[in-house]
């Protein structure tokens, strides 16, 4: 469940190498291959404790990686 908005998700997508010396898809792998959590808020409280990430930041991968996951099933 994305808590703000578009634009500054977009922003934190953008700076999220930036930020973290690491790309979009290298979390979303991490968070693919972590604990098999179900809940939106499980996968965001999981990357701030494991890998220290802010919350916008951890909601943003979690956004994408959901989002990618649906793109998969449609596909």
């Given at each position: 469940m994305l808590r703000?908005?578009?634009?500054?998700h977009q922003q934190l997508v953008?700076?999220?190498p930036t930020a973290?010396?690491?790309?979009l898809k290298e979390w979303m792998?991490?968070?693919e291959d972590g604990p098999a959590f179900?809940?939106?808020d499980e996968k965001?409280?999981?990357l701030q404790d494991e890998h220290g990430l802010s919350h916008?930041?951890?909601t943003a991968i979690v956004?994408?990686?959901?989002l990618a996951r649906a793109q998969r099933k449609l596909g």
């Open positions: 703000h908005s578009e634009q500054t953008d700076r999220l973290t010396g690491r790309e792998r991490d968070l179900s809940r939106f965001v409280t999981w916008g930041f951890a956004h994408e990686a959901n």
